[in-house]
Protein backbone atom coordinates (compact mmCIF):
# COMPACT_ATOMS: atom_id res chain seq x y z
CA UNK A 1 0.00 0.00 0.00
CA UNK A 2 1.18 3.77 -1.10
CA UNK A 3 -0.14 6.98 0.41
CA UNK A 4 -0.53 9.80 -2.22
CA UNK A 5 -0.59 9.55 -5.94
CA UNK A 6 1.04 7.21 -8.15
CA UNK A 7 3.86 8.43 -10.60
CA UNK A 8 3.37 7.00 -13.48
CA UNK A 9 6.28 8.72 -15.70
CA UNK A 10 6.10 6.07 -18.50
CA UNK A 11 5.74 7.73 -21.94
CA UNK A 12 1.95 6.38 -22.23
CA UNK A 13 -0.15 5.97 -21.34
CA UNK A 14 0.18 9.22 -19.39
CA UNK A 15 -1.54 10.87 -15.90
CA UNK A 16 -5.34 11.59 -17.05
CA UNK A 17 -6.37 14.95 -15.08
CA UNK A 18 -9.11 15.00 -13.05
CA UNK A 19 -10.90 16.95 -14.89
CA UNK A 20 -10.70 14.74 -17.99
CA UNK A 21 -11.68 11.35 -15.84
CA UNK A 22 -14.95 13.27 -14.15
CA UNK A 23 -16.00 13.85 -17.86
CA UNK A 24 -15.57 10.25 -18.53
CA UNK A 25 -17.57 9.61 -15.08
CA UNK A 26 -20.56 10.65 -16.89
CA UNK A 27 -23.79 8.50 -17.49
CA UNK A 28 -23.30 6.04 -20.84
CA UNK A 29 -25.71 8.31 -23.43
CA UNK A 30 -27.31 6.33 -26.70
CA UNK A 31 -24.98 6.62 -29.28
CA UNK A 32 -28.09 7.05 -31.70
CA UNK A 33 -29.53 10.18 -29.90
CA UNK A 34 -29.34 13.94 -30.68
CA UNK A 35 -26.79 14.15 -27.43
CA UNK A 36 -24.26 11.81 -29.39
CA UNK A 37 -24.34 14.07 -32.30
CA UNK A 38 -23.70 17.34 -30.27
CA UNK A 39 -20.78 15.59 -28.44
CA UNK A 40 -19.19 14.10 -31.92
CA UNK A 41 -19.51 18.00 -33.37
CA UNK A 42 -17.99 19.36 -29.96
CA UNK A 43 -15.06 17.09 -30.80
CA UNK A 44 -13.78 17.76 -34.39
CA UNK A 45 -12.93 20.92 -34.70
CA UNK A 46 -10.79 20.96 -31.67
CA UNK A 47 -9.53 17.21 -33.03
CA UNK A 48 -8.77 18.52 -36.27
CA UNK A 49 -6.77 21.64 -35.01
CA UNK A 50 -4.22 19.20 -32.87
CA UNK A 51 -3.59 17.18 -35.98
CA UNK A 52 -3.27 20.44 -37.56
CA UNK A 53 -5.80 19.76 -40.70
CA UNK A 54 -8.95 20.70 -42.23
CA UNK A 55 -9.05 17.08 -43.47
CA UNK A 56 -11.30 14.50 -41.70
CA UNK A 57 -10.05 12.18 -38.85
CA UNK A 58 -11.34 8.81 -38.57
CA UNK A 59 -11.64 7.97 -34.57
CA UNK A 60 -12.11 3.91 -34.04
CA UNK A 61 -12.54 2.51 -30.54
CA UNK A 62 -9.25 1.15 -30.50
CA UNK A 63 -5.32 1.20 -29.53
CA UNK A 64 -2.98 3.04 -31.23
CA UNK A 65 -1.98 -0.57 -33.28
CA UNK A 66 -5.64 -0.79 -34.43
CA UNK A 67 -5.00 2.37 -36.32
CA UNK A 68 -1.57 1.14 -37.31
CA UNK A 69 -3.32 -1.22 -39.50
CA UNK A 70 -6.47 1.00 -40.49
CA UNK A 71 -3.91 3.37 -42.33
CA UNK A 72 -2.57 0.49 -44.01
CA UNK A 73 -5.61 -1.68 -44.39
CA UNK A 74 -7.43 1.28 -46.50
CA UNK A 75 -4.72 2.61 -48.97
CA UNK A 76 -2.59 -0.44 -49.36
CA UNK A 77 -2.74 -3.70 -51.49
CA UNK A 78 -1.87 -7.16 -50.96
CA UNK A 79 2.00 -7.21 -51.90
CA UNK A 80 2.41 -3.97 -52.17
CA UNK A 81 5.82 -2.32 -51.18
CA UNK A 82 6.13 -0.05 -48.47
CA UNK A 83 9.19 1.69 -47.04
CA UNK A 84 9.46 1.28 -43.40
CA UNK A 85 12.46 4.12 -41.43
CA UNK A 86 13.88 1.91 -38.89
CA UNK A 87 13.53 4.42 -35.50
CA UNK A 88 13.39 1.90 -32.92
CA UNK A 89 11.04 -0.79 -31.30
CA UNK A 90 7.99 0.98 -32.62
CA UNK A 91 8.88 1.22 -35.99
CA UNK A 92 9.99 -2.58 -35.92
CA UNK A 93 6.22 -3.25 -35.01
CA UNK A 94 4.71 -1.59 -37.46
CA UNK A 95 6.41 -3.57 -40.45
CA UNK A 96 6.01 -6.73 -39.06
CA UNK A 97 2.45 -6.03 -38.88
CA UNK A 98 2.60 -4.67 -42.48
CA UNK A 99 4.41 -8.08 -43.53
CA UNK A 100 1.59 -9.60 -41.49
CA UNK A 101 -1.21 -8.11 -43.80
CA UNK A 102 0.45 -9.22 -46.84
CA UNK A 103 2.51 -6.11 -47.33
CA UNK A 104 5.96 -6.41 -48.41
CA UNK A 105 7.98 -3.74 -46.11
CA UNK A 106 11.32 -3.02 -47.12
CA UNK A 107 13.39 -1.19 -44.16
CA UNK A 108 15.83 1.89 -44.75
CA UNK A 109 18.08 0.72 -41.78
CA UNK A 110 18.98 2.77 -38.64
CA UNK A 111 21.04 2.43 -35.76
CA UNK A 112 18.10 3.40 -32.92
CA UNK A 113 19.96 6.66 -32.10
CA UNK A 114 18.64 8.65 -34.91
CA UNK A 115 15.95 9.21 -36.90
CA UNK A 116 14.60 8.26 -40.19
CA UNK A 117 17.59 9.56 -42.62
CA UNK A 118 15.56 11.64 -45.44
CA UNK A 119 18.44 11.49 -47.41
CA UNK A 120 18.68 7.53 -47.75
CA UNK A 121 14.74 7.82 -47.99
CA UNK A 122 15.20 10.13 -50.69
CA UNK A 123 18.24 8.13 -52.59
CA UNK A 124 15.59 4.88 -52.58
CA UNK A 125 12.74 6.63 -54.25
CA UNK A 126 14.94 8.37 -56.56
CA UNK A 127 15.48 4.44 -58.01
CA UNK A 128 12.33 3.70 -58.06
CA UNK A 129 11.44 4.41 -61.27
CA UNK A 130 8.74 2.13 -61.58
CA UNK A 131 7.32 3.79 -58.22
CA UNK A 132 6.87 0.03 -57.26
CA UNK A 133 6.61 1.72 -53.37
CA UNK A 134 3.14 2.72 -52.51
CA UNK A 135 3.76 4.66 -49.17
CA UNK A 136 6.44 5.41 -46.97
CA UNK A 137 5.65 4.91 -43.05
CA UNK A 138 7.57 6.80 -40.71
CA UNK A 139 7.37 7.26 -37.12
CA UNK A 140 7.61 10.59 -36.20
CA UNK A 141 8.66 9.95 -32.48
CA UNK A 142 9.90 6.73 -31.53
CA UNK A 143 8.56 6.34 -28.66
CA UNK A 144 11.52 3.41 -27.69
CA UNK A 145 14.29 6.04 -28.13
CA UNK A 146 12.89 9.32 -27.86
CA UNK A 147 13.94 10.57 -30.77
CA UNK A 148 12.01 12.76 -33.32
CA UNK A 149 12.15 12.17 -37.00
CA UNK A 150 11.96 15.32 -39.14
CA UNK A 151 9.07 14.83 -41.33
CA UNK A 152 9.15 17.91 -43.18
CA UNK A 153 12.72 17.07 -44.83
CA UNK A 154 10.99 13.74 -45.39
CA UNK A 155 8.18 14.74 -47.57
CA UNK A 156 10.45 17.46 -49.69
CA UNK A 157 12.45 14.06 -50.15
CA UNK A 158 9.14 12.80 -51.73
CA UNK A 159 8.76 15.97 -53.68
CA UNK A 160 12.19 15.88 -55.09
CA UNK A 161 11.74 12.62 -56.45
CA UNK A 162 8.29 13.20 -57.74
CA UNK A 163 7.20 10.11 -56.50
CA UNK A 164 3.83 9.12 -55.69
CA UNK A 165 3.87 6.96 -53.00
CA UNK A 166 1.69 8.01 -49.73
CA UNK A 167 3.58 9.32 -46.81
CA UNK A 168 1.62 7.55 -43.55
CA UNK A 169 3.01 9.10 -40.12
CA UNK A 170 2.15 7.75 -36.82
CA UNK A 171 2.23 10.51 -34.02
CA UNK A 172 1.53 8.08 -31.05
CA UNK A 173 3.66 9.44 -28.79
CA UNK A 174 3.67 13.46 -30.27
CA UNK A 175 0.17 14.52 -30.98
CA UNK A 176 -0.41 17.25 -28.49
CA UNK A 177 3.23 17.29 -27.38
CA UNK A 178 5.66 18.69 -29.86
CA UNK A 179 4.63 20.34 -33.23
CA UNK A 180 2.80 18.17 -35.43
CA UNK A 181 0.96 19.84 -38.83
CA UNK A 182 -0.71 16.72 -40.94
CA UNK A 183 -1.85 19.21 -43.62
CA UNK A 184 1.13 21.77 -44.43
CA UNK A 185 3.66 18.79 -44.51
CA UNK A 186 1.81 16.85 -46.63
CA UNK A 187 1.09 13.87 -44.59
CA UNK A 188 -1.41 11.51 -46.13
CA UNK A 189 -2.37 9.39 -43.06
CA UNK A 190 -1.40 10.67 -39.45
CA UNK A 191 -1.98 7.82 -37.00
CA UNK A 192 -2.69 8.59 -33.00
CA UNK A 193 -3.82 6.91 -30.14
CA UNK A 194 -5.57 8.57 -27.03
CA UNK A 195 -3.36 7.52 -23.64
CA UNK A 196 -0.24 9.49 -24.11
CA UNK A 197 -0.12 13.34 -25.11
CA UNK A 198 -3.85 13.35 -25.77
CA UNK A 199 -4.04 12.68 -21.80
CA UNK A 200 -6.78 10.46 -22.18
CA UNK A 201 -6.61 6.40 -21.09
CA UNK A 202 -5.93 3.84 -23.87
CA UNK A 203 -8.75 3.34 -26.14
CA UNK A 204 -8.79 5.57 -29.04
CA UNK A 205 -7.07 5.51 -32.20
CA UNK A 206 -6.69 8.13 -35.02
CA UNK A 207 -6.34 8.14 -38.17
CA UNK A 208 -6.04 11.64 -40.53
CA UNK A 209 -7.02 11.37 -43.40
CA UNK A 210 -5.49 13.09 -47.17
CA UNK A 211 -7.33 13.71 -49.92
CA UNK A 212 -5.08 11.71 -51.66
CA UNK A 213 -5.67 8.99 -49.08
CA UNK A 214 -8.96 8.97 -50.18
CA UNK A 215 -8.23 8.51 -53.41
CA UNK A 216 -6.12 5.32 -52.84
CA UNK A 217 -8.74 4.04 -50.28
CA UNK A 218 -11.04 4.12 -53.35
CA UNK A 219 -8.76 1.19 -54.95
CA UNK A 220 -6.73 -0.18 -52.59
CA UNK A 221 -7.57 -4.10 -52.46
CA UNK A 222 -6.24 -5.43 -48.96
CA UNK A 223 -9.82 -7.04 -46.77
CA UNK A 224 -10.90 -4.32 -44.58
CA UNK A 225 -14.50 -4.23 -42.64
CA UNK A 226 -14.07 -3.07 -38.84
CA UNK A 227 -11.35 -0.77 -39.87
CA UNK A 228 -12.83 0.54 -43.47
CA UNK A 229 -12.86 4.54 -43.30
CA UNK A 230 -15.96 4.97 -45.62
CA UNK A 231 -18.74 3.65 -43.72
CA UNK A 232 -17.46 5.87 -40.89
CA UNK A 233 -17.36 8.67 -42.46
CA UNK A 234 -20.44 8.34 -43.91
CA UNK A 235 -21.87 8.35 -40.39
CA UNK A 236 -19.83 10.42 -39.24
CA UNK A 237 -21.33 13.38 -41.61
CA UNK A 238 -24.85 13.21 -39.21
CA UNK A 239 -22.87 13.22 -36.04
CA UNK A 240 -22.85 9.24 -35.68
CA UNK A 241 -20.79 5.86 -36.07
CA UNK A 242 -21.69 2.36 -37.87
CA UNK A 243 -21.51 1.32 -34.21
CA UNK A 244 -21.01 1.41 -30.84
CA UNK A 245 -18.36 4.03 -30.60
CA UNK A 246 -16.33 4.77 -26.91
CA UNK A 247 -18.67 6.95 -25.84
CA UNK A 248 -17.34 7.88 -22.48
CA UNK A 249 -13.56 8.38 -23.75
CA UNK A 250 -15.24 10.44 -26.31
CA UNK A 251 -16.29 12.85 -22.97
CA UNK A 252 -12.75 12.59 -21.97
CA UNK A 253 -11.62 13.73 -25.44
CA UNK A 254 -13.79 16.39 -25.29
CA UNK A 255 -12.36 18.17 -22.51
CA UNK A 256 -8.68 16.74 -22.93
CA UNK A 257 -9.42 19.43 -26.40
CA UNK A 258 -10.56 22.06 -24.31
CA UNK A 259 -7.94 21.53 -21.88
CA UNK A 260 -5.35 21.92 -24.76
CA UNK A 261 -6.93 24.84 -26.30
CA UNK A 262 -6.92 26.60 -22.92
CA UNK A 263 -3.64 26.13 -22.80
CA UNK A 264 -2.69 27.14 -26.63
CA UNK A 265 -1.38 24.16 -28.09
CA UNK A 266 1.83 26.12 -28.89
CA UNK A 267 1.98 26.85 -25.13
CA UNK A 268 2.02 23.15 -25.15
CA UNK A 269 4.18 22.07 -27.30
CA UNK A 270 6.86 24.82 -25.77
CA UNK A 271 5.85 23.38 -22.09
CA UNK A 272 6.87 20.06 -23.52
CA UNK A 273 10.26 21.21 -24.84
CA UNK A 274 10.89 22.65 -21.44
CA UNK A 275 10.59 19.82 -19.64
CA UNK A 276 12.63 18.04 -22.37
CA UNK A 277 15.24 20.56 -21.88
CA UNK A 278 15.49 19.43 -18.23
CA UNK A 279 15.35 16.23 -18.30
CA UNK A 280 18.26 16.17 -20.46
CA UNK A 281 20.37 18.54 -17.98
CA UNK A 282 19.17 16.20 -15.23
CA UNK A 283 20.90 12.74 -17.31
CA UNK A 284 23.86 15.05 -17.89
CA UNK A 285 24.47 16.58 -14.52
CA UNK A 286 24.42 12.14 -13.29
CA UNK A 287 27.20 11.65 -15.92
CA UNK A 288 24.78 9.21 -18.10
CA UNK A 289 24.40 9.39 -21.79
CA UNK A 290 21.21 9.97 -23.82
CA UNK A 291 20.16 7.18 -26.27
CA UNK A 292 19.29 10.02 -28.66
CA UNK A 293 22.32 11.16 -30.45
CA UNK A 294 21.26 14.00 -32.61
CA UNK A 295 20.42 17.38 -30.84
CA UNK A 296 17.94 18.53 -34.10
CA UNK A 297 16.04 14.98 -33.16
CA UNK A 298 15.85 15.06 -29.21
CA UNK A 299 12.20 14.02 -28.22
CA UNK A 300 10.14 16.23 -25.98
CA UNK A 301 8.09 13.56 -25.20
CA UNK A 302 10.50 10.60 -23.66
CA UNK A 303 14.15 11.06 -23.04
CA UNK A 304 15.70 7.59 -23.21
CA UNK A 305 18.64 6.79 -20.67
CA UNK A 306 21.47 4.60 -21.24
CA UNK A 307 23.30 2.79 -18.60
CA UNK A 308 26.54 1.91 -18.11
CA UNK A 309 28.06 -1.59 -19.69
CA UNK A 310 27.25 -4.04 -16.46
CA UNK A 311 23.82 -1.91 -14.60
CA UNK A 312 20.84 -3.56 -15.33
CA UNK A 313 18.11 -1.16 -16.11
CA UNK A 314 15.08 -3.42 -15.61
CA UNK A 315 16.59 -3.58 -11.85
CA UNK A 316 16.85 0.51 -11.37
CA UNK A 317 13.20 0.62 -12.57
CA UNK A 318 12.26 -2.09 -9.91
CA UNK A 319 13.56 -0.40 -7.28
CA UNK A 320 12.27 3.00 -7.90
CA UNK A 321 9.04 1.57 -8.20
CA UNK A 322 9.06 -0.36 -5.05
CA UNK A 323 10.69 2.46 -3.29
CA UNK A 324 9.16 5.48 -4.43
CA UNK A 325 6.13 4.17 -6.26
CA UNK A 326 6.84 5.53 -9.65
CA UNK A 327 6.56 3.69 -12.82
CA UNK A 328 9.33 4.60 -15.22
CA UNK A 329 9.35 2.99 -19.03
CA UNK A 330 11.08 -0.36 -19.72
CA UNK A 331 13.60 -0.65 -22.77
CA UNK A 332 12.30 -1.89 -25.93
CA UNK A 333 13.33 -4.41 -28.27
CA UNK A 334 17.51 -4.62 -28.30
CA UNK A 335 17.43 -1.41 -25.79
CA UNK A 336 15.99 -4.20 -23.25
CA UNK A 337 17.82 -3.69 -19.57
CA UNK A 338 20.28 -1.21 -21.21
CA UNK A 339 17.69 1.91 -20.71
CA UNK A 340 15.12 3.28 -19.09
CA UNK A 341 12.70 6.27 -20.49
CA UNK A 342 11.42 8.74 -18.54
CA UNK A 343 8.23 10.51 -20.05
CA UNK A 344 7.71 13.59 -19.79
CA UNK A 345 4.94 14.29 -21.67
CA UNK A 346 0.79 14.61 -21.02
CA UNK A 347 -0.39 16.25 -17.71
CA UNK A 348 2.35 17.31 -16.45
CA UNK A 349 4.10 20.51 -14.60
CA UNK A 350 7.95 21.39 -12.75
CA UNK A 351 7.28 19.82 -9.97
CA UNK A 352 5.97 16.58 -11.32
CA UNK A 353 9.25 16.70 -13.38
CA UNK A 354 11.27 17.82 -10.03
CA UNK A 355 9.62 14.55 -8.22
CA UNK A 356 10.05 12.40 -11.23
CA UNK A 357 13.96 13.10 -11.47
CA UNK A 358 14.66 12.69 -7.86
CA UNK A 359 13.04 9.51 -7.80
CA UNK A 360 15.30 8.43 -10.49
CA UNK A 361 18.27 10.04 -8.75
CA UNK A 362 17.72 8.25 -5.60
CA UNK A 363 17.02 4.99 -7.35
CA UNK A 364 20.38 5.38 -9.62
CA UNK A 365 22.12 5.76 -6.11
CA UNK A 366 20.31 2.54 -4.38
CA UNK A 367 21.42 0.84 -7.42
CA UNK A 368 24.83 1.73 -6.90
CA UNK A 369 25.16 3.07 -10.37
CA UNK A 370 28.56 5.04 -10.41
CA UNK A 371 26.62 8.95 -11.16
CA UNK A 372 27.55 12.41 -9.92
CA UNK A 373 24.50 13.67 -7.53
CA UNK A 374 24.14 16.55 -9.76
CA UNK A 375 21.38 15.67 -12.08
CA UNK A 376 18.16 17.09 -9.67
CA UNK A 377 20.01 20.62 -9.08
CA UNK A 378 20.96 20.64 -12.84
CA UNK A 379 17.10 20.57 -13.64
CA UNK A 380 15.99 22.69 -10.60
CA UNK A 381 18.27 25.55 -12.10
CA UNK A 382 17.14 25.40 -15.71
CA UNK A 383 13.33 25.13 -14.61
CA UNK A 384 14.08 28.02 -12.09
CA UNK A 385 15.82 29.90 -14.71
CA UNK A 386 13.86 29.45 -17.56
C1 LIG B 1 2.44 3.54 -27.85
C2 LIG B 1 2.85 3.54 -29.26
C3 LIG B 1 2.30 2.64 -30.19
C4 LIG B 1 1.36 1.54 -29.82
O1 LIG B 1 0.15 2.00 -29.35
P1 LIG B 1 -0.83 0.96 -28.61
O2 LIG B 1 -1.94 1.84 -28.15
O3 LIG B 1 -0.03 0.35 -27.51
O4 LIG B 1 -1.26 -0.03 -29.61
C5 LIG B 1 2.70 2.75 -31.51
N1 LIG B 1 3.59 3.68 -31.90
C6 LIG B 1 4.15 4.54 -31.03
C7 LIG B 1 5.14 5.53 -31.53
C8 LIG B 1 3.80 4.48 -29.69
O5 LIG B 1 4.38 5.34 -28.82
Given at each position: ?????H?L??????????RV?????A?????R?????????????????V?????P????P??????W?A??????????????????H???????????L??R????P?D?????????????????TR?????????H??????????????????????????????????????????????V????G?????????????FN?????????????????A????DPVL????????????A???????????????????????????????A???????W?????????????AS??A????????????????????????G???G???????????????????????????E?????T???????????A????R??
Amino acid sequence: MHSGRHFLQIPGPTNVPDRVLRAIAAPVIDHRGPEFARLFRDIMPGLRRVFGTEDPVVVFPSSGTGAWEAALVNTLSPGDEVLIAETGHFAAQWARLASRLGLRPEVVPGDWRHGADPDAIGRRLAGDTRSAVKAVLVVHNETSTGVTSRIPEIRAELDRAGHPALLIVDTISSLGSMPYRHGEWGVDVTVGGSQKGLMLPPGLGFNAISRRARDAAATAGLPRAYWDWDPVLAANENGFYPYTPATSLLYGLREALVMLDEEGLAAVWDRHARHAEATRRAVRGWGLEIQCADPREYSASVTAVVLPPGHDADQVREVILGKFDMSLGTGLGRLAGRVFRIGHLGHFNDLTLAGALCGVEMGLQLTKVPIEPNGVAAALDYLRTS
